[in-house]
């Protein structure tokens, strides 16, 4: 469940084609101490699971995979590299 309240303003910093879709690297501001692999994290209102996660010399990332379905019914442009995105964290058992 999301709360509706974006919590940061990511970027879309990179693209890799897979098989059956692309995996995006989003540059952000959390910690990615603090997010675990399987996590949820809405990225302009799509629900995505973050795959990997790490810091290089441009700050904090981390990855989703996005189906080629999910990308067809998107925003058309939505997944291009530099693009922001509004990112909201999943709530957590306890969080109001």
Do not use: H
């Not at 309240?5 to 084609?17: F, L, Q």
């Not at 189906?67 to 969080?95: C, F, H, Q, Y």
């Amino acid at each position: 469940m999301f709360t509706g309240i974006i919590s940061d303003v990511g970027r879309i910093a990179s693209s890799t084609k897979l098989d059956q879709g692309v995996r995006f690297r989003i540059d952000t501001v959390y910690d990615p101490a603090g997010i675990d692999i399987g996590a949820s994290i809405a990225c302009s209102g799509v629900c995505l699971t973050v795959t990997e996660r790490g810091t290089d010399a441009d700050g904090p990332w981390f990855a989703v995979d996005v189906s080629g379905e999910t990308i067809a019914r998107t925003v058309p442009g939505m997944w291009k590299e530099g693009r922001p995105l509004n990112l909201e964290r999943a709530l957590k058992i306890g969080d109001e």
